[in-house]
Every structure is written in structure tokens, then in C-alpha cells.
């Protein structure tokens, strides 16, 4: 079948189009959040192709993947249909609520379909699922599918590494506020977008705490794999991407117990807590002892493979496509 998506999260996007129908992503000329096109660092088939808004009218589509309230509002204007009603559709919630502005209280977040019964919530976690006020619309939870990079650790750089994309202004909902007291333990690798002036809004010292910014997905992914840890300092987010990744990679996880990484981070791949100093404490005892870190690694990387394989994730997706387009 034809899908229509907006390209707005690349690393998900980047599993869903693995399937095996043909994607129809908008370009627009300025390439702005209307229209990305395809990815630029990351690797999609041909059948992900572009379509501006004037070829997508041409286009037969059979179902629609919304991200974002705004997307039903381009699909009534660049193809005259009301996504629901005479074009299916579903509604993929990437984030945790009271991450978007407007979004209420947590856990009082009503979400924008809520009054809606026609366009299902596809959540990409039991917890975003679990802490929304769905109201009536159906939902469901398709969990995060990973193209699997290959067992890859070497931890060969007895360092921590980091994935956050701008903690500047993300702050302490990320835990950019926790790096120093990381680094006063380890040495840190921070990769991600937008990382300028991280040094300076957090006093950190750059001969500890390098920053790698932007780097393509399968730069990113060998660098980490030579990393001896993971550490996921988020306070409030979905589940993060780099997150599985780093797992498939076979790299141990040190991570903040909280949202649905408790879920996903079994106690043999790494370490999860409330308490820094805990963390600290469990990166410290991995950067000393590689063997510890290899076994958790592997461990980390059994338990992606078994939940967030892709095969599983694109089987999930395929059965809902049926479903909204019967």
C-alpha cells in the first residue's frame, strides 16, 4: 500500500520504512517541518520517496501516519480528504506527555485526539500510553523497531558516552544538569544536535566532557560501540532511541530509572536508579572492569534483539496498517 508519513523523527523513521510498502514522504522547497524529504545520515530504501505537495495529489494513498496536529491540517489542504473519515488514518504518538507546549499537568495531559474515535493513537510505549488521557479515541502500543547495527562493543575508550539532542534548551528534562557531576567520574563523550554552549551553561570542563555534534547515524554508532558505557541521564522523555541502539550495539547501560526504561533495561544489561550517586558509582566500577561490561553489553543486546527487533515492530505496524484500511 501507498503510506503517507512526514519525516519528523528520523531514527523511527528509518525502522517503519524497512517494511514493505511504498512511503510517500513531502518535500517542500525550504525543506522546513512541512516538507524534510527524505533523510540526509540516514540509510532509506527507494521505496521511501519524495512527493511534493502538488504530486501528492496525483498520488492513490491508502492510509496516512500522523505525527503531529498539524498533519491533518495538510492532508485536508494538499489532498481535499479528512483523514478518519474518507482517508484512513493513525495518529503515532512519539512523545511523553507534557513535552509539547499546551500539553497539561502530567498526569492529566489530555492528548489532542482524545475526542476522536475514528483515527486510533498508535504510542510508542506502554508508559506514554499509560500516563495520557486517551479519552475516546482507541488506542494501541507498537513498540520501537531497531535496524540492528551488529554486535560492535569493543569498549576499548575506558569512557561514558551520551546521546541528547539540545540539552541547552532541553535542560533538566534531558539530565544535562547531571553531567558534571558524570564526568567527576568518568570522562564523557556527549553526542548529539545541538550541543553549542554545553560547556559553558554547565561548567563543564572540555578535557573532560567532548562534545560530537550532529555526527551522522553510523559514525555515531562506531564510536559508541568503542565506548566502555551508556549512560541515559533523561528525567522525562519517551523512550530514547540511542538508548536501543546502544543495546543493540552490546554496550552496558547506566541509566535514570524512569519512564519506560525500567521497562526495557532488564538488571543484567547495566544499572538503573534513582540516585546519581548510584550511577556514578556503577560507571566508575565498569570504566575499572571490562569484563563486567562486556557481559552486561551482551545482556543489553539479547534483550533488544527479543523486544525491539525489527521484524516484530514492522509485523505490529503491518497489522494495524490492515486493520485502519479494511
Known sequence: MKVL???VHGSWTTAFVQGPHEYLIPVTPDRGPDGLGRARTWD?????REVTPEQLREEHVDVVVLQRVRDLELVRAWLGR???RDLPAVFLEHNAPGLEPGDGPVPHTR??????????????THFNRLFYDNGRAPTTVIEHGIVDPGERWTGELARAAVVTN??????RTVGADLLPGLAAVAPVDVFGMGLAGLHERYGLDPGRVTLHDDPPQAAMHAELARRRVYVHPVRWTSLGLSL?????????VVALATTEVVEAVPADAGVLSTRPEVLWDAVAAYLHDEDA????????RA???ERYGLPRFLSDWDALLEEVTR
Do not use: F, N
Open 111 to 124: 492528548h489532542p485526539l482524545a475526542d476522536r474515535d475514528d483515527v486510533p493513537i498508535a504510542h510508542v
Open 82 to 84: 479528512e483523514p478518519g
Open 303 to 305: 534483550a533488544a534483539l
Open 5 to 7: 508519513l512526514w519525516h
Open 293 to 300: 561490561a562486556r557481559l552486561a553489553g551482551k545482556a543489553a
Open 166 to 171: 539540545e540539552p541547552v534548551r532541553r535542560g
Open 244 to 252: 536501543l541502539e546502544a543495546m543493540h550495539l552490546g554496550v552496558p
Open 44 to 48: 532509506w530504501p527507494a521505496s521511501a
